[in-house]
């Protein structure tokens, strides 16, 4: 959302010196620095809803357990604590235009979130923003707060949200493909190895199989997104909690814990969570895998669609736009070609998660917010890709039975199928002939008089050729 202001300004300062502020802005000094220090990308704070939700849940559960400590007085507290309720409600996300990449490990990002949340309780206390004497960003929004705890936790929470939407669009994809496995689980198809005819199969395993290598990421997305759940509230800038009362980071954590009403627990060594941001490379690994397998099924499918006449074109893909400026009648299959190129995208930001972590130097890594920038953007751009590929390929792919059924009466692969009945001696003669002349094993098997044509098509019947049978059938030859 664009933000409009009238022109008009107001005075803010730091250690670096003053500031022209829109008066109209929830944010403040701090944050017009990281506007003006980091022109960097087009990836904003904004575009992010998850990430200001996790940012709101920090400080709210640090306004909770500050407020319970005597730090922060009833009214700073209620104020603080609607101004969070209201960024959680959506409200204000207009006013985080920061950077998503940033240097300051986050620094930029939490005082985004401080002044926006000072300056909204200014105004609900009866005050105008820049009023910090009433409510401080850095004295009351980030009281026995540094940037090196607060900032990875509302990562934590913000992914950890993330994911749960992220499942529910991962679900609805492999229930489409496991539509298409009962809609063709009739339909009998070539199987095919290093793009080589195989034996036959039906194109509802086809489709059953890719439910099935989806369906096993779901488990792991969610025990990936599980160590989202602990945090290091309370670390202040390294981990020993300098800054922050006895108590506070117990009762911060509870506080979020209550909030969410997620199983937040408080880290175990919070020196050791503070630079530790491999929980981060643990959930981008899990998306690369996604990634590698969505990128296997769209080629399978832009492969079985090709053609429409001198390629397989055992399905038939929706069309969805003219396929060139030159060529009057061609379709691509442009769904499929742009899954694929969304799960580049993603694994190229795994490794930029994986080359970041590394980046950790002795209590911190100042690589964090790249980190959690590639994050977001691989599960954001992921699940836009799901909704994509479901709606306008998936769900309206149509199987050309007539052409998956001549390929295999065409292909020397049923020979396989037949071994067991005809012999290997009668297999290979019909595979050699078929070869030879160019003309397939079905015609040739019922030419030799080894078996009935009734015999062949129990032998080549669906129900048959999936899966391991015993058949009472003796060739004739």
Same mark, same amino acid.
């Given at each position: 959302m664009a933000i409009h202001f009238s022109g008009k300004t107001r005075t803010e300062s730091d250690l670096i010196g003053e500031l022209q502020i829109p008066i109209e802005a929830l944010y403040g000094v701090q944050t017009q620095r990281g506007i003006e220090n980091f022109p960097i990308s087009k990836f904003k704070l904004s575009d992010y809803p998850t990430f200001i939700h996790g940012l709101a849940y920090t400080k709210l559960g640090a306004a909770e357990a500050n407020h319970s400590l005597g730090l922060l007085t009833d009214e700073q507290y209620t104020g603080i604590r609607k101004a969070c309720e209201e960024l959680l409600?959506?409200?204000?996300?207009?006013?985080? !235009?920061?950077?998503? @990449?940033?240097?300051?490990?986050?620094?930029?990002?939490?005082?985004?979130?401080? $002044?926006? %949340?000072?300056? *909204?309780?200014?105004?609900?206390?009866?005050?105008? !923003?820049? $009023? #910090?004497? #009433?409510?401080s960003p850095n004295d009351h929004v980030n009281c026995a707060q540094s940037t090196n705890d607060a900032y990875p936790t509302a990562i934590h929470l913000g992914l950890y949200a993330t994911n749960k939407e992220f499942v529910k669009h991962f679900e609805q994809l492999i229930a489409a493909f496991e539509a298409k496995a009962i809609e063709f689980k009739d339909v009998l198809k070539m199987g095919r190895t290093q793009l080589e005819d195989a034996v036959p199969m039906t194109l509802g395993q086809t489709f059953g199989a890719f439910a099935s290598i989806l369906r096993d990421e779901v488990k792991h997305l969610n025990d990936a997104a599980e160590e989202f759940l602990t945090i290091n509230m309370g670390a202040t800038a390294i981990g020993t909690g300098i800054c922050a009362q006895p108590g506070y980071a117990e009762k911060c954590t509870a506080a979020i814990a209550q909030a969410t009403g997620w199983n937040v627990v408080l880290a175990a060594d919070l020196v050791a969570a503070t630079s530790d941001t491999s929980c981060m490379v643990g959930y981008s690994s899990v998306l690369r895998r996604i990634a590698t397998k969505m990128n296997k099924i769209c080629n399978d499918l832009r492969l079985l669609g090709s053609g429409p006449k001198c390629g397989l074109h055992e399905l038939e893909l929706p069309a969805r736009q003219p396929g060139s400026s030159i060529m009057p009648g061609k379709v691509n299959p442009v769904i499929p070609e742009v899954m694929n190129q969304i799960s580049y995208k993603v694994i190229g930001n795994d490794l930029c998660v994986a080359m970041c972590n590394e980046a950790a130097q002795m209590e911190l890594n100042m690589a964090e917010p790249t980190m959690a920038q590639c994050c977001f953007e691989s599960a954001e751009i992921m699940m836009n890709g799901f909704d994509v590929l479901r709606k306008f390929c998936i769900e309206g792919i149509k199987a050309d039975?007539?052409?998956?059924?001549? #390929? %295999?009466?065409?292909? @020397?692969? @049923? &020979?396989?199928?037949?071994? !067991? %009945?005809?012999? #290997?001696?009668?297999?290979?003669?019909?595979?050699?002939?078929? =070869?030879?002349?160019? *003309?397939? &094993?079905?015609?040739? &098997? =019922?030419?030799?008089? @080894?078996?009935?044509?009734?015999?062949?098509?129990? %032998?080549?019947?669906p129900e048959n050729m999936i899966r391991p049978v015993k058949l009472d059938i003796k060739p004739r030859r």
């Open positions: 409600a959506g409200q204000h996300h207009e006013m985080f !235009p920061v950077d998503m @990449i940033q240097g300051g490990a986050g620094t930029t990002t939490n005082m985004n979130a401080n $002044e926006v %949340i000072a300056n *909204r309780a200014l105004q609900i206390m009866g005050h105008q !923003p820049g $009023e #910090y004497q #009433y409510c039975k007539t052409r998956c059924e001549n #390929y %295999i009466k065409g292909s @020397i692969g @049923i &020979v396989t199928a037949l071994n !067991p %009945i005809i012999g #290997y001696k009668n297999s290979t003669k019909i595979a050699k002939e078929a =070869l030879a002349t160019g *003309r397939g &094993v079905y015609e040739l &098997v =019922l030419e030799h008089g @080894i078996l009935t044509k009734e015999e062949l098509d129990t %032998i080549l019947s």
